[in-house]
């Protein structure tokens, strides 16, 4: 699925989601840590929030955790995620789909 992250009018921080789904997103820059959170109807099937640290322009990748009524707070997978409207040659390779030598040339650069 896919998220956009927007800042209404009145300067709420929200997440639309691509499935319909709502939730809001928090960028703390001290840390560059990304959250983004997706309500579940009523709460009554719990909360996602998916969240990573912005280390790339690019590139983002993180861990989804979340729990319901009936079940504890607990990693359910991970995410990875890039920007749109970029030209692919400026982005480059993703991280996860890069090399070691590939790692250790941009590490020189």
Do not use: C, H
């Amino acid at each position: 699925t896919w998220a956009r992250l927007v800042t209404s009018e009145d300067g709420e921080n929200l997440a639309i989601w691509g499935d319909g789904g709502k939730g809001k997103w928090n960028f703390d820059v001290a840390s560059q840590f990304l959250s983004v959170s997706k309500e579940s109807f009523g709460g009554w099937f719990g909360k996602r929030i998916w969240a990573g640290v912005v280390d790339d322009y690019y590139y983002m990748s993180g861990t989804v955790r979340g729990w319901s009524p009936i079940s504890p707070a607990s990693v359910l997978g991970q995410w990875q995620a890039k920007r749109l409207g970029v030209d692919p040659e400026e982005a480059g390779v993703a991280p996860w789909f890069q090399t070691e030598e590939e790692e250790e040339e941009g590490e020189e650069s």
